[in-house]
């Protein structure tokens, strides 16, 4: 399985952007998929994530009602909508898939992930 995230950058508060994780390798339907950040000297966290039929989403508290999750299991990819982009939203981004994820928020639980993309928001 591989995972490729693109669609990081440069924004400004209050900006949109939206990512993207092209999954090969397997069919992605037998996956959960996640998104988790990391800034410098800090642990990797949790940000969203979508069951495999996508009958389920989750989000990390400081991010709820700003982004939104999404999968096109037909074309292998998963996207995260990030509005209203706060400065603390920078980060690298990577996404990840588990084909047996109890809890979505746990980054244990994620078999497969991709190298991150790069999303700073600046003032």
């Known amino acids: 399985v591989q995972l490729q995230a693109s669609g990081g950058g440069l924004a400004q508060a209050g900006d949109s952007l939206s990512l993207s994780c092209a999954f090969s390798g397997d069919t992605v339907i037998r996956y959960a998929m996640g998104w988790f950040r990391q800034t410098p000297g800090k642990e990797r966290e949790f940000v969203s994530a979508i069951t495999r039929g996508a009958s389920v989403t989750s989000y990390a508290g400081s991010v709820k009602g700003r982004f939104t999750i999404s999968r096109d299991n037909a074309k292998n990819t998963v996207y995260l909508r990030m509005n209203s982009l706060k400065l603390e939203d920078t980060a690298v981004y990577s996404c990840?898939?588990?084909?047996?994820?109890?809890?979505?928020?746990?980054?244990?639980?994620?078999?497969?992930w991709g190298q991150g993309t790069q999303v700073t928001v600046s003032s």
């Open positions: 990840a898939a588990g084909s047996a994820v109890g809890r979505l928020n746990r980054k244990e639980e994620y078999d497969y």
